[in-house]
Structure formats: structure tokens, C-alpha cells
């Protein structure tokens, strides 16, 4: 029988990634992102929510269980950066940061919960934060901080699912182009690091999965 997944931040680079791996493999994805126009190319099950948006972001969960009943992955893949020092960083640019990686996440898991089948797959593409502790990064280090910390605690809660953080180093796609750092010439494929995940979960894998 098809599994089901979502895919939350489903327009980005890796989100893409996953659900174009995640279809090929016989999954059943449904995507969420701001522009679920653009994923018409690789699923038919696509919904429209902002992270950021309790409401939205609730009925989008509602919407799932309507079409797919349960989940047995769940994928948190939006993010977003900038490089700005504390003393020039507006508040609506740290909140748009925490949420894009930390908050969001957080509701969106709050919401999914209930779909979660026993055994299921929860997983957020996390960062190496340790490395992150920059001039200009305060709030997305903070926030790549701040997720793992709630992976771990929730992985204490929910013990009948499994709980992955994702920590690629850089990967190639446009997130480079929010900041004034080099792309590295090393950098991971986005597929590359669906793919992997993918094995890494099916290979039963918890905890820090580090790319
Ligand atoms: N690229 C790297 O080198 C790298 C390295 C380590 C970790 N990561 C992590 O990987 C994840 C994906 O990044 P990426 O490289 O694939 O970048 P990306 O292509 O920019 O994808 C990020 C996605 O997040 C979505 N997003 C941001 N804020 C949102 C919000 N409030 N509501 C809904 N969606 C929102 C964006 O949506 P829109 O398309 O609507 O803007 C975009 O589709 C991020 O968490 C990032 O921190 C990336």
C-alpha cells in the first residue's frame, strides 16, 4: 500500500527535492508552500499555507486528513536566511527568520501530530548550527539552534515516532544567494540530500543525521 508524506516548504530547493523523490519511490505527497502552483509538475496534492500562519496552517493540516486520511513522513524543509548584525536587524526580520525555520516548525508539528500513524518519520532539515555562530547569522544560528533543541524534546514526548534533524553542510541552491558568503564548491545536491535522508529513515535512523 502507498505511504503518505507532506511536505512543508515544498516550493524550495530540497523541499522539491523530496517530493520529486518521495513521488518516484511510490509515495503518496502532498506539498504545502506559499506558491503550490509551482510543485503542479510533481504531485497532485498541493496546498497553499505560510508557516508563519496559525490559521492557515491549520487548515492545510485539516485539508490532509481529507486527502490522505494519515501520515507515516513528515518533512519540515522551509527555511530562510539573511545576514544582517543585531544592531541593524529590524524585528520583522527576525521573526520572518524563527519563523521560517524555528516557529514554523513548531506549528506545523503541533498541527500534524494528530495524522501521525505509530512508527512515523518526523523530519527537519536542521543545519550544522554549530558552525553558525557568525556576525550577521544571529537569528537564523539561533534558530538552527532552537530546532534541535525542540527535536529533542519532542522526540522525548512522542516515543511512537521517530524523530530526525537533518544537518546538511552547504547545499546548492538560491538560500546562497541571501547572503554574502561563497557557495563552497563542495556543496551537497538538494537531491543528494532527499535522497540520503530517504535511506537514512528507511535504514531506521533518529536523532542528527549529519550530510
Ligand atoms: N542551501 C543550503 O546550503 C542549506 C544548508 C543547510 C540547511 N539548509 C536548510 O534547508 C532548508 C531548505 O533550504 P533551501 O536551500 O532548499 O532553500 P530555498 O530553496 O530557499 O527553500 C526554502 C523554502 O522555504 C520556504 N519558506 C520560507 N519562509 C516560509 C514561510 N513563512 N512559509 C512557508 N514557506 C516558507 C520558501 O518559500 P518561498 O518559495 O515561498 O519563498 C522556500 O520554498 C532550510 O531550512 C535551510 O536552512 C540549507
Redesign the pocket.
Known sequence: MAKNAIV????????RAFVNQLAADGWKVLGV???PE?LADLTDHRLT????DPGRVREAVHAAGMTLKSLDLYVY?????TSVPVREMEPHDWH?IL???FS?AYLTTHHSLKLLNEGAHVVY????SERLRLPGLSA?GAA?VALEAFADALKKEERKLNVLVV??????????EKVPMS?PKS?LS?ED?AQRTLEAIANGEKGTLDL
Do not use: L, M, Q
Request: hydrophobic share 45%; no cysteine; proline share 4%.
Open positions: 512543508w516548504g515544498a516550493s524550495g530547493a530540497i523541499g508552500s506559499r506558491h509551482d499555507a505560510d508557516v508563519a524543509a522551509a527555511g530562510d536566511i520572518r519563523n521560517a525555520n514554523g532539515i536542521g543545519a550544522v537564523y538552527k544537518r546538511p553542510g552547504a547545499v546548492d541552491t538560491d538560500f546562497w557557495k556543496a538538494p540530500v
